[in-house]
C-alpha cells in the first residue's frame, strides 16, 4: 500500500518535469498523509497539462458521504477495472502523482516498526499512477479527490511490504494520461511493479509516524535497528 508520501520539489522543477501549462502552487510537504490534499497532474479538455492539489482519498461521484474517501487513498490494480468505485475513472479520469519519496514500516519485533523512506536512485522524483474523480456536495461545491494505484511488490519492496505503488516510466505517464486510450487490456499493462533497480531506501525517524510532524527532519536518515538487514 501507500499511505504517507512527500514532495518537496520547486514549483518551477515540477512545471519542466511534467511539461505543464503553469507552475503548480505548491509548497514543500514532507509527511503528506490520507485525507490531505496532495498535487495531482491532470490533462485538461483543451489540452493543457496542469498540476493542481486534489483530496487523498477518492470519493466516487454516488457516495452519499465524503468520509468514505478515507478508506480509498489505494486503488488496487487488479479490481479497478471491474470495481465500481474506480471503473469509470480508469476509463475517463486517469492522472498523475509526484512524490519525492513515500513511507512504509516494516515489523521488527513485538510492536515495533522501523519507518523507511523510498525514493528514486537517480534523484528524479516518483510518478505514480492515480484516479480522480468529482463528488457534489449537497450545497452544490464540487469535491475533487484521487486515489494511488498499488501493485505486488517487486523484490526491492517484498523485503518491507507485500504491495507498493504504481510508478511509471516517462514513456508510461504519457501513455496513462492519454484520453484517447481507455482499453482496460492496454491500459492494465502500465499497472506493474517498478525495477528493483529505480528505488532506493533509508530508515527514517519515527517523528513520521504522526502526520502532524512535517518537516525536511522527516526524511533524514536514522541508524537502523540491528535486526533489519
Not at 206 to 219: A, F, G, H, Q
Request: charged share 25%; with cysteine; aromatic share 10%.
Amino acid at each position: 500500500m501507500c499511505g504517507r508520501i512527500n514532495l518537496w520539489t520547486s514549483p518551477a522543477e515540477l512545471a519542466e518535469f511534467f511539461d505543464l501549462f503553469r507552475e503548480p502552487e505548491w509548497s514543500p510537504r514532507y509527511n503528506l498523509g490520507p485525507m490531505q490534499q496532495i498535487l495531482v497532474v491532470r490533462i485538461k479538455p483543451d489540452g493543457i497539462r496542469l498540476a493542481e492539489p486534489l483530496q487523498w482519498g477518492l470519493v466516487p461521484g454516488w457516495a452519499r458521504d465524503p468520509s468514505v474517501g478515507s478508506h480509498m487513498t489505494n486503488a488496487r490494480s487488479d479490481t479497478i477495472s471491474s470495481k465500481p468505485a474506480y471503473r469509470e475513472a480508469f476509463k475517463k479520469r486517469r492522472c498523475l502523482i509526484p512524490a519525492n519519496g513515500f513511507y512504509e514500516w516494516q515489523h521488527v519485533s513485538g510492536k515495533t516498526k522501523q519507518p523507511w523512506h523510498i525514493f528514486r536512485a537517480d534523484g528524479a522524483p516518483l510518478v505514480f499512477a492515480g484516479l480522480w474523480e468529482k463528488w457534489q456536495t449537497p450545497d452544490g461545491d464540487l469535491l475533487e479527490s484521487c486515489s494511488i494505484i498499488t501493485t505486488d511488490a517487486n523484490e526491492f519492496m517484498a523485503e518491507i511490504h507485500t504491495r507498493m505503488p504504481v510508478i511509471l516510466s516517462n514513456e508510461e505517464r504519457n501513455t496513462w494520461l492519454d484520453v484517447q486510450i481507455d482499453e482496460p487490456t492496454v491500459l492494465s499493462k502500465l499497472l506493474v511493479a517498478s525495477p528493483n533497480e529505480w528505488l532506493q531506501k533509508t530508515p527514517v525517524s519515527t517523528l513520521v509516524n504522526n502526520v502532524r510532524n512535517d518537516s525536511p527532519e522527516c526524511i533524514q536518515p536514522v541508524k537502523a535497528p540491528r535486526t533489519l538487514f
